[in-house]
């Protein structure tokens, strides 16, 4: 893999690219840096407010409160306010399945399914103020379902598809979630996954993959059926700005994930404003992003963002293999996609394959490229450039978190010259800097978290006590460069990237340690050509046990059942002991020189530095 900085080549958008452009970057970086609460301000007219707010920002570090006073509706400024005018019967989403089932949904559709389910959910006693549990395949219904919460002011938690029993339990126990709203099963790759199986709690079942499943009377119902008589008629809860739309979980250093609170204003005005400002948007594009909705990019870049613009999507549920490798390019040139959002690790993947793939099919609608969720290694870059951009897509390489929203650093497609491998410059009314080799966020902005859920301790410690309650620490190491580009690194937290998905150490360890014959674990993210990283867990077993040819699969199996298959170790390698200091911390840093191959750092704090020699010699056999 070709490293970051290596590559020094700038690109620069077309001059056609730069003629057709329906943001001004000028203008607003320049209207930004004369007072960036009032750029906010300004920017919140996009969306369309019920009472306007009167103040623009009251900032108590690390609190913080955007739009105060000013109260609105997501669901409403999704839909509602596309029905009216000449978006009525433009698609809002144009869906295809994994078997080639098509669907297409129109903003008027949209109104009429969200309104109805959103009295549906009512009929089951969901009010304001209330945790829904969404737990789907990438199905029209997982989006209905999102905004007819928010049309009521229920607050959804979204649950990614691929995570197991244990883990939708988890989040569903935290999160307090009344309900959760499931489907009896999804595709991928041509398999079958059964999601009702993992959910034992009161649930609405959307019928999806006609599998059979178990529905508890009194506890489980049918959408379908609920459906069916409900009204498409419900009006929209006037919420606060301030009042929360989700939560949505992600990994942290400590074994629980934490439930990241977003709120309603300010996240919205961060998902219309980097839409818009990032991919360009044109009432006339196909937009696809990729990702799944139970991640952050699915939430902002699939819903709230595209559906607030009145933009057309596609959404694809299933494989980029099925039945074939070339099932993106041809999706692409079926629906004319223009814009393309996705992530390294597909990129890398498409590399695999061959150029013959996408050079079969007709790209030649695309005029945008994104990408999201880890460094892109200027190789991917470049290949994503030529064979799937054919040299005349600019790509925006898009830096952010779950916890930040919205897109902070990213280029503007028709202003910023790209280098590959760099995320170039925060957007407008954006403030960053890098201390002690870590990004800053240096002031507030709209779509900042706004605590984690049920943990105001761990909001300040993980997010604002490294610099006073003053700044934000992103856990992300960074460099800028002398034109004043920022280059991210990676985290520097015991949080790993497998695939553009965050899976903390710890959350590994646990489930390792969960398994009756297994008495310690250390787990670490090591470079993976195709997934940026892969788990290595370094296990040592209770005394007595004996290692035997099926442990280490049934370890592996083990971890998929209690996180899900994203969490699937790439090795396991048992050992009599682990590296630890004479206070017993685990030294992960020395397992990672081991497996990267690189020459052992400091071992004199370590209790007993004979173990990581032998480990080393294991390894290095
Ligand atoms: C990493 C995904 C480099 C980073 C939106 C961050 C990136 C974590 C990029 C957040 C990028 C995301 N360049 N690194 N363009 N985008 N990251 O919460 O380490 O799932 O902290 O949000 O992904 O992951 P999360």
Redesign the pocket.
């Known amino acids: 893999m070709t490293k970051l900085f290596e590559e020094t080549e700038t690109y620069y958008a077309s001059r056609e690219f730069k003629k057709d452009a329906s943001i001004f970057a000028a203008d607003l970086y320049l209207d930004a840096k004369f007072g960036r609460e009032k750029f906010w301000a300004k920017q919140a007219k996009h969306l369309d407010w019920i009472k306007p707010w009167h103040t623009i920002l009251e900032w108590t570090p690390p609190d913080a409160k955007w739009f105060v006073g000013g109260t609105l509706n997501a669901c409403y400024n999704c839909v509602d306010r596309h029905i009216t005018g000449e978006t009525r019967n433009k698609a809002a989403i144009i869906w295809e399945g994994e078997r080639g089932d098509t669907r297409t949904l129109t903003y008027w559709d949209l109104y009429r399914e969200v309104s109805k389910f959103a009295n549906v959910l009512k009929s089951r006693g969901i009010k304001k103020g209330d945790t829904v549990a969404i737990y789907m395949p990438m199905i029209p219904e997982a989006i209905i379902s999102m905004l007819a919460c928010c049309r009521i002011g229920a607050i959804h938690t979204v649950v990614f598809g691929g995570f197991s029993a244990d883990a939708l339990n988890d989040r569903v126990q935290d999160s307090g979630a009344k309900l959760v709203i499931t489907a009896d099963g999804g595709f991928r790759k041509g398999n079958l996954i059964r999601l009702k199986d993992h959910c034992s709690h009161p649930s609405i079942v959307v019928k999806h993959a006609g599998c059979d499943v178990e529905m508890v009377e009194g506890k489980d119902l049918w959408y379908h059926e609920l459906m069916q008589n409900a009204s498409s008629d419900c009006p929209v809860e006037e919420m606060d700005a301030e009042d929360r739309l989700f939560i949505l979980y992600?990994s942290g250093t400590t074994g629980k994930p934490k439930g990241i609170v977003h709120t309603t204003g300010g996240y919205m005005v961060g998902a219309n404003r980097t839409t818009a400002w990032v991919f360009d948007l044109k009432p006339s594009d196909i937009y696809w992003c990729t990702a799944d909705v139970g991640?952050?990019?699915g939430h902002t870049y699939v819903v709230y963002g595209p559906l607030s613009n009145g933009a057309t999507q596609l959404i694809y549920e299933g494989s980029p293999d099925y039945p074939q490798k070339d099932r993106f390019w041809k999706l692409i040139e079926k629906y004319g996609v223009t814009i393309l959002y996705t992530a390294p690790t597909a990129i890398r993947t498409f590399m695999k394959w061959g150029t013959e793939w996408p050079a079969g099919c007709n790209l030649s609608s695309l005029r945008l490229l994104g990408?999201?969720?880890?460094?892109?290694n200027p190789e991917a870059w470049l290949w994503y450039y030529t064979h799937i951009g054919q040299k005349k897509c600019p790509i925006v390489?898009?830096?952010?978190?779950?916890?930040t929203g919205s897109i902070m650093i990213a280029p503007l497609p028709a202003h910023t010259p790209l280098k590959p491998g760099s995320?170039t410059f925060t957007l407008p009314g954006i403030e960053a800097d890098i201390i002690d080799n870590v990004l800053a966020i240096t002031s507030p902005w709209p779509s900042m978290l706004r605590g984690i859920h049920n943990d105001p301790e761990r909001f300040y410690s993980t997010y604002w006590q490294k610099w006073d309650g003053k700044y934000y620490y992103?856990?992300?190491g960074a460099k800028r460069d002398a034109d004043g580009y920022f280059w991210?690194m990676?985290?520097v937290d015991d949080v790993m990237?497998i695939s553009g998905?965050?899976i903390g150490t710890m959350e590994v360890e646990s489930a390792l340690v969960d398994y009756p014959q297994i008495a310690e674990a250390a787990v670490i993210g090591v470079e993976h050509a195709i997934k940026g990283q892969g788990i290595w867990a370094f296990v040592l077993l209770k005394d007595g046990v004996q290692v035997t040819d099926d442990l280490e699969a049934t370890v592996k199996q083990h971890v998929c059942a209690k996180i899900g298959a994203i969490a699937r170790p790439e090795r396991i390698i048992f050992t009599r002991d682990l590296p630890k200091t004479r206070s017993g911390k685990i030294m992960r840093r020395l397992l990672r020189d081991i497996a990267e191959g690189r020459v052992l750092g400091d071992l004199t704090t370590l209790a007993d530095s004979s173990i990581i020699q032998e480990l080393k010699s294991q390894y290095d056999d």
């Open positions: 992600t991640w952050i990019t990408s999201v969720g880890e460094p892109i390489d898009t830096w952010w978190q779950t916890e995320a992103t856990s992300d991210l990676g985290r990237n998905h965050r």
